[in-house]
């Protein structure tokens, strides 16, 4: 893993996370939509504010800290999590960390427990105040570019040494790899070019600076 920038800057990682039906966690037990959620989780115990989409007053409940909940994954990688929004039961994670090896090691470990993770947006922040310099937002996509990208990000296929090739992405994906190809080359030209080359150097010169 490459060591922890020196200089403020981090990756900005937001994800949209469906629990799944035996997930017993008081985020979305509470209320099926908030605007904000407040949590803290210390030893075995967590206590969680909720603020209901609606505007009602603030909703307080109490959970159980087990090895499959959203706050124990998360610190585990040093992580802090912020849990922007609740719709529909599907939470809006936001977490600042020092590369994207830890994005990769985070989403497989969620995976690992929860229904769906899905990568939104990915920016790097430098400074005090967290000012953007590089944002890779999955928004702008298809479905089927979103899920190809997301994949091959996660999945570390951009990077300088990576081990998985593309072969292996459209086996799981379950389309060709010709097929793979395309849908990776078309949903790059919709993003900033070089994206990730530009994150890669923003992650190489905080490692250095």
């Not at 310099?133 to 951009?158: C, H, I, M, N, W």
């Amino acid at each position: 893993m490459a060591e922890a920038a020196g200089d403020g800057r981090r990756l900005r990682v937001d994800l949209d996370i469906d629990p799944s039906d035996d997930w017993d966690c008081p985020i979305v037990s509470e209320v099926p939509d908030a605007s904000d959620v407040a949590v803290n989780a210390v030893g075995h115990e967590c206590t969680v504010d909720v603020q209901p989409a609606d505007g009602d007053g603030l909703v307080r409940a109490r959970g159980e800290v087990s090895d499959d909940c959203l706050c124990r994954i998360f610190q585990g990688f040093g992580c802090v999590p912020h849990v922007r929004r609740v719709e529909d039961g599907t939470m809006l994670v936001t977490a600042y960390v020092d590369d994207r090896d830890t994005v990769r090691d985070v989403v497989g470990e969620l995976r690992e427990v929860l229904d769906h993770v899905r990568l939104v947006r990915l920016a790097v922040v430098e400074g005090p105040e967290a000012t953007e310099q590089v944002t890779f937002d999955l928004s702008a996509l298809t479905p089927k570019q979103r899920e190809g990208l997301e994949l091959a990000v996660v999945r570390g296929y951009f990077d300088g040494d990576r081990d998985v090739g593309l072969g292996e992405l459209a086996a799981e994906l379950g389309i060709s790899k010709s097929a793979l190809s395309q849908r990776l080359r078309t949903a790059q030209a919709k993003l900033v070019t070089d994206v990730f080359d530009e994150i890669e150097g923003a992650e190489s010169d905080s490692s250095h600076g």
